[in-house]
């Protein structure tokens, strides 16, 4: 997938300041204090490290428009949708909505059968 048919990528000034400002603020994996384990992630790990930095979108890009929005650009665009996590718990989570994390946060059964067993925790 290139960067032109990549949605997230279609505004790359605002993509950057969007990270840079996440980065900034150091915010926890959301997914992790979801499921009560180290939310911390330490931003200066190397982009593709497994508990690296990652931008998650809260309202997935592929469902932008539970979000609202009317494109999928707008969706990965909006600072309020943006959260940080680790790369591998952004990588498990997939297209999961936050309603479906917390379901199986909570030990529910999630709707989507296929729910992948949870990233290592890496030595946190
Ligand atoms: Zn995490």
Known sequence: MGNKTN???ANGSLRTKNR???RAEERPCWICQLFGRN???????PPGHPMSFE??????????WLGGYRTPEQCANDYR?????HRCCNQWRGNKTVD????????????KP???PLPQPWGL
């Not at 939310?39 to 790990?45: P, V």
């Not at 931008?55 to 932008?64: A, G, K, M």
């Open 7 to 9: 949605p997230r990528y």
């Open 20 to 22: 840079r400002r996440l």
């Open 39 to 45: 939310s911390h992630i330490d931003y200066s790990l």
């Open 55 to 64: 931008v998650d979108e809260l309202i997935p890009v592929s469902r932008y």
């Open 81 to 85: 949708n943006l959260a940080s996590t």
């Open 100 to 111: 479906e994390v917390k379901a199986i946060a909570r030990g529910m059964s999630p709707k």
């Open 114 to 116: 296929d729910s992948d």
